[in-house]
């Protein structure tokens, strides 16, 4: 099935559960279940409001798809970065022993974690595409630790709602809401086919969010923050995406 297909059976799905055919109860039933996205300035009825809301809606339990060993792209696409910073060659200098992953906001044991623990934490593996916005995609292999995991460990409030996690890169920090953020395959990832996260793929951490768009897979991951009110971060639009123009909820 095509994507645009797949879509239109989502919208159609959404219009059929709901049992009507016009777009503003599906923008009320979002509204009901706190399903507007934070870019959407309060406009609800089209876009992004009911195609955030109808994935959340329907396929809020699904699995991105994994695809088989032998369908590892074997040149994975390193995206263009920045040369770079100082604080990161340092790190970098010091084989990341010294990088942290800081854990803040509505937790219980806010703390910051080594590369070493968190591989210290069982470990998964997936195979899965990374698709940028661009019209590329590969596939690799990812190991890493779930998000869910380290969120555990330090012990999510119950009125959270989101994560907030930024790059040591500056200008690239990017949210999720909790049903991403708990999902099985969300990983704060360490290990691409076979080897260490390769730096030019975001290593030594970066996030891994297979059902949505590469932008949000930000990578050099130095702090997360949760979260129930992403206004208070940057522009308030939930991440810098939609700052230039990307939705910040980007369901693949
Ligand atoms: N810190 C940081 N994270 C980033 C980016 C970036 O430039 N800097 N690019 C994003 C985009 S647009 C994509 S498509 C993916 C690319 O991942 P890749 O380099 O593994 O191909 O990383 C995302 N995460
Ligand atoms: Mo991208």
């Given at each position: 099935?095509?994507?645009?297909?797949?879509?239109?059976?989502?919208?159609?799905?959404?219009?059929?559960a709901t049992g009507i055919a016009g777009l503003g109860v599906g923008?009320?039933?979002?509204?009901?279940?706190?399903?507007?996205?934070?870019?959407?300035?309060?406009?609800?009825?089209?876009?992004?409001?009911?195609?955030?809301?109808?994935?959340?809606?329907?396929?809020?339990?699904?699995?991105?798809?994994?695809?088989?060993?032998?369908?590892?792209?074997?040149?994975?696409?390193?995206?263009?970065?920045?040369?770079?910073?100082?604080?990161?060659?340092?790190?970098?200098?010091?084989?990341?022993?010294?990088?942290?992953?800081?854990?803040?906001?509505?937790?219980?044991?806010?703390?910051?974690?080594?590369?070493?623990?968190?591989?210290?934490?069982?470990?998964?593996?997936?195979?899965?595409?990374?698709?940028?916005?661009?019209?590329?995609?590969?596939?690799?292999?990812?190991?890493?630790?779930?998000?869910?995991?380290?969120?555990?460990?330090?012990?999510?409030?119950?009125?959270?709602?989101?994560?907030?996690?930024?790059?040591?890169?500056?200008?690239?920090?990017?949210?999720?809401?909790?049903?991403?953020?708990?999902?099985?395959?969300?990983?704060?990832?360490?290990?691409?086919?076979?080897?260490?996260?390769?730096?030019?793929?975001?290593?030594?951490?970066?996030?891994?969010?297979?059902?949505?768009?590469?932008?949000?897979?930000?990578?050099?991951?130095?702090?997360?923050?949760?979260?129930?009110?992403?206004?208070?971060?940057?522009?308030?639009?939930?991440?810098?995406?939609?700052?230039?123009?990307?939705?910040?909820?980007?369901?693949?």
């Amino acid at each position: 099935m095509t994507d645009l297909s797949r879509r239109k059976l989502i919208k159609t799905g959404l219009a059929a559960a709901t049992g009507i055919a016009g777009l503003g109860v599906g923008a009320s039933l979002a509204k009901k279940y706190g399903l507007i996205p934070p870019d959407h300035a309060g406009i609800w009825g089209v876009g992004e409001t009911l195609n955030y809301a109808s994935y959340r809606l329907l396929a809020n339990h699904s699995m991105a798809r994994e695809f088989a060993r032998s369908e590892i792209s074997s040149r994975p696409l390193a995206n263009e970065i920045a040369p770079p910073g100082e604080a990161f060659l340092k790190l970098q200098a010091g084989g990341f022993t010294d990088w942290r992953l800081a854990v803040d906001g509505m937790v219980d044991r806010p703390g910051a974690f080594s590369l070493a623990q968190l591989k210290s934490y069982p470990s998964r593996t997936q195979i899965t595409q990374l698709s940028c916005e661009e019209g590329w995609s590969y596939v690799a292999e990812w190991k890493g630790v779930p998000l869910s995991q380290v969120l555990e460990v330090a012990g999510i409030r119950p009125r959270a709602r989101y994560v907030v996690y930024f790059s040591i890169e500056p200008g690239w920090w990017d949210s999720i809401d909790m049903g991403d953020a708990l999902h099985p395959q969300t990983y704060l990832a360490y290990g691409m086919n076979g080897g260490d996260l390769p730096v030019g793929n975001g290593g030594p951490l970066r996030m891994r969010v297979p059902r949505q768009l590469g932008y949000k897979s930000v990578k050099f991951i130095t702090r997360l923050t949760v979260t129930d009110d992403l206004k208070k971060f940057g522009k308030g639009l939930g991440s810098a995406s939609p700052e230039s123009g990307y939705a910040w909820y980007a369901g693949v």
